[in-house]
């Protein structure tokens, strides 16, 4: 079994910072990407970054030089640090990861439970 925790949401004026953090926990043998997507009231979700296991970030266009995602693999945590946050960023921002456990040779994807991020104007 794994678990995702996600912390660090929360409220915000436009321009400011949040920085959001993942702990993934259980039989985990390893992860491979890992990485988040955020889905706003009436939207789909949508992918903001990943990060391979040996630290190569993606990023949508809507977040590019104002969000980076980094990776602890010793801790099996990633993060997400948001800069010049906008009220177009308010959303619910889940986590998730590509793990394989002790228990299954196969890798599946796991998701957080969400965290608020709420961006003022």
């Known amino acids: 079994h794994v678990q995702l925790v996600e912390s660090g949401g929360g409220l915000v004026q436009a321009g400011g910072s949040l920085r959001l953090s993942c702990a993934a926990s259980g039989s985990i043998f390893s992860i491979n990407v890992m990485g988040w997507c955020r889905q706003a009231p009436g939207k789909q979700r949508e992918l903001v970054a990943a990060?391979?296991?040996?630290?190569?970030?993606n990023y949508s266009d809507s977040v590019k030089g104002r969000f980076t995602i980094s990776r602890d693999n010793a801790k099996n945590t990633v993060y997400l640090q948001m800069n010049s946050l906008k009220p177009e960023d308010t959303a619910v921002y889940y986590c998730?990861?590509?793990?394989?456990?002790?228990?299954?040779?196969?890798?599946?994807?796991?998701w957080g439970q969400g965290t608020q991020v709420t961006v003022a104007s």
């Open positions: 998730n990861a590509d793990v394989r456990t002790w228990v299954v040779a196969n890798f599946y994807d796991y």
């Open positions: 990060i391979t296991s040996s630290g190569s970030p």
